[in-house]
């Protein structure tokens, strides 16, 4: 079946190091979203790749960078993890953008700092 | 900053009544999105309205938007325990989707 697939389903890090989250889709969709959650909290956009073109929402922290190397694959690298950071991380698909499109959602990533 | 404010933030049914929320927004908007998140889980989608449009079914989900009012309302009819989750309303604008707060829905059997 066609889905969002995130590895892994859990990550613990340590204060301070880097870290990296995987998404991958087999939708062929152009848009590729990275979200986080926090406990009780709407998903928050970091930012998204529309094809190649990265487009970072303004109070998203230069701790968080993403990758994209081909349509299948995003990646999300927290370069030093902070304690605030802990939280749930989505990634999301969208064949366009949302102005006439749905979002398929991956199963997340709970991201935990010690 | 939050598009879309829901209210109840949670509400507790038993199994087989009628579960309303609701959602109101602040600026305009390509469609509004319905999303389902069960604990600890990723979200999924339910519904999408167009903002064109002013009631949509799915099932036992019934959708309404009222685009004067910047508001929406989605209604589960008989209810079912596996219902129990978090309910998002989302609003479409440009390239993104920005999320309510949630309501938490408990389905008692």
């Known amino acids: 079946d066609a889905m969002v697939i995130q590895n892994p389903r859990y990550q613990v890090t340590q204060f301070g190091k880097p870290v990296t989250l995987s998404c991958s889709q087999t939708?062929?969709?152009?848009?590729m979203y990275w979200y986080q959650q926090k406990s009780s909290q709407a998903p928050k956009l970091l930012f998204h790749y529309y094809d190649k073109d990265f487009n970072n929402e303004a109070d998203t922290p230069d701790n968080f960078q993403s990758r994209r190397p081909n349509t299948s694959f995003c990646f999300l690298d927290i370069r030093s993890p902070g304690l605030g950071d802990a939280a749930m991380y989505l990634c999301a698909t969208s064949r366009d953008y949302v102005g006439a499109e749905t979002q398929y959602f991956g199963p997340g990533t709970r991201l935990l700092v010690l | 900053s939050q598009q879309g404010e829901e209210d109840p933030q949670a509400l507790s049914i038993q199994e087989g009544e009628n579960a309303t929320m609701n959602c109101s927004y602040k600026t305009s908007i390509n469609n509004l999105q319905w999303y389902r998140q069960n604990s600890g889980r990723g979200l999924v989608h339910l519904i999408l309205i167009r903002s064109n449009e002013r009631e949509k079914h799915s099932g036992r989900l019934r959708v309404t938007l009222d685009t004067s009012k910047k508001s929406s309302s989605l209604l589960i009819t008989a209810s079912r325990a596996a219902d129990t989750a978090s309910y998002f309303c989302a609003t479409a604008a440009g390239n993104k989707l920005t999320f309510g707060g949630g309501t938490r829905v408990l389905v008692k059997p």
């Open positions: 939708l062929n969709h152009n848009v």
